[in-house]
């Protein structure tokens, strides 16, 4: 009895000191190896808190992430999902001011090679950073950006407000069928209040400068 009490305590105290195994995470963390930035580096106030605060798109072997180091307070970092087609190659092209609250919200083309360039936007309350979403649209958390066709994405006069356009050619086709739509912000989602369908001359500049009209970095 003295010796298989022996044996369980020497077994017992073997464990303790191997310790337990790494957490998951960190043994993913180590297998993606180190982040580096894509891009170039934005820096305004996002939290809202009247400091400017340094955000980037990072990149590593397993994910895109997009980090916004703070001035005061931890640092939040949201994983980038690359669309399925090909072309895709995710990049953190401005900070503007969208959805009328106090901070910047960072906008990432998510396609820029493509002739369609969708682009997402991100929102920042309290430590999490998410992404934003209509709710008439699916997939909703997609904002055009530029096209073959118009689209654009902009911010309207009134702060919280935005302004989607999408179009496809016309009968005839010197023309090109509009669809504009205006959103109000409401949280981290955007509810649509009005849509306006006209026509437009094939040639009429639409798209390729997204959120131009919103107070940005």
């Known amino acids: 009895m003295r010796l298989a009490a022996l044996v369980v305590v020497l077994v017992l105290v073997g464990c303790g000191e191997a310790g337990p195994p790494p957490p998951a995470a960190a043994t993913k963390e180590r297998a993606c190896g180190p982040s580096k930035v894509k891009g170039k580096a934005r820096s305004g106030d996002v939290d809202g808190d009247g400091r400017a ?19 005061a307070g931890p640092t939040v970092r949201v994983k980038v999902k690359p669309l399925s087609w090909p072309g895709t190659n995710p990049r953190l092209i401005k900070l ?11 906008v990432v083309s998510l ?11 991100y929102s920042l309350r309290g ?14 958390d997609l904002f055009p950006l ?18 989607v356009t999408v179009g ?10 509009i669809e504009r739509t205006t959103y109000r912000a409401q949280g981290r989602r955007f509810e649509p209040i009005a849509t306006e369908r ?5 040639g009429t500049e639409i798209g390729g400068r ?6 940005h970095r």
């Open 146 to 163: 530029d096209d073959e066709f118009p689209a654009d994405s902009d911010c309207a006069p009134e702060p919280g407000t935005i302004v």
């Open 53 to 71: 605060d340094q955000v980037t798109l990072r990149k590593d072997r397993c994910r895109h992430r997009l980090v916004v180091d703070r001035a």
């Open 127 to 140: 430590d999490s950073l998410r992404r934003m979403r209509r709710t008439d649209e699916r997939p909703a």
């Open 168 to 177: 496809q050619p016309a009968d005839p086709d010197t023309h090109w069928d």
């Open 210 to 215: 997204p959120f131009r009209s919103c107070a």
């Open 96 to 106: 503007a001011e969208i959805d009328g609250r106090e901070g910047l919200e960072p």
């Open 198 to 202: 006209f026509q437009a001359e094939v």
């Open 111 to 121: 396609s820029p090679a493509n002739v369609y360039r969708p682009g997402a936007v």
